[in-house]
């Protein structure tokens, strides 16, 4: 019924997509943390 064999845009694998974002949430989280100590 349903196709799975979709390919996800830009990388080959959707491993790919989830290690990008993993890293850019990691990334976020670091990076207001140290907004947080700069300012109080």
């Known amino acids: 019924m ?3 064999d ?3 845009p830009l990388f ?3 491993n ?3 290690v990008l974002v ?3 949430l990691a ?3 670091l990076f207001f943390y140290y ?3 700069k300012f109080s």
């Open 16 to 18: 790919i997509w989830y």
């Open 6 to 8: 979709d390919k996800p």
């Open 12 to 14: 080959s694998s959707w």
């Open 35 to 37: 907004l947080t100590k």
């Open 2 to 4: 349903y196709d799975n």
């Open 27 to 29: 990334a976020l989280i």
């Open 22 to 24: 993993v890293l850019i």
